[in-house]
């Protein structure tokens, strides 16, 4: 594995990651959120060419390449998995549209609300 999404990611969902992805390789779970499939996305382990374009550009910080990952996060890697052990519940993310097909605007998070996001989380 390359990079891949921690826990950050749980109900933020920005996908300016999956806008910059060159190769597709950010998946989204397609059933219920549960605690082993939480609503976040997910960067394919085997698909990742190790590029970093997405880890700028999530506004969450909850990127990191593999060797980075802090320790609270090494449940992580075996939640990404997922979408390779089980890919007919996951599909490739895609950018929100409206109903024209207009990327839908994006709301960037204060840095308050990411500070907050990391101490819910215990992230260093």
């Given at each position: 594995?390359?990079?891949?999404?921690?826990?950050?990611?749980?109900?933020?969902?920005?996908?300016?990651?999956?806008?910059?992805?060159?190769v597709?390789?950010?998946?989204?779970?397609?059933?219920?959120?549960?605690?082993?499939?939480?609503?976040?996305?997910?960067?394919?382990?085997?698909?990742?060419?190790?590029?970093?374009?997405?880890?700028?550009?999530?506004?969450?910080?909850?990127?990191?390449?593999?060797?980075?990952?802090?320790?609270?996060?090494?449940?992580?890697?075996?939640?990404?998995?997922?979408?390779?052990?089980d890919?007919?519940?996951?599909?490739?993310?895609?950018?929100q549209?409206?109903?024209?097909?207009?990327?839908?605007?994006?709301?960037?998070?204060?840095?308050?609300?990411?500070?907050?996001?990391?101490?819910?989380?215990?992230?260093?």
């Amino acid at each position: 594995m390359a990079y891949l999404i921690t826990r950050l990611c749980i109900d933020c969902l920005d996908r300016g990651c999956v806008e910059v992805c060159p190769v597709n390789c950010i998946y989204q779970h397609m059933g219920e959120p549960t605690d082993g499939r939480p609503n976040m996305l997910y960067i394919h382990p085997t698909e990742c060419i190790n590029c970093s374009a997405c880890e700028p550009e999530c506004p969450w910080h909850a990127i990191y390449e593999d060797r980075e990952l802090p320790a609270v996060f090494a449940g992580d890697v075996a939640v990404n998995a997922q979408c390779e052990a089980d890919p007919r519940a996951f599909a490739v993310a895609v950018l929100q549209r409206d109903g024209q097909g207009r990327l839908l605007p994006k709301r960037r998070p204060t840095a308050d609300e990411v500070a907050e996001n990391r101490r819910k989380w215990e992230a260093p």
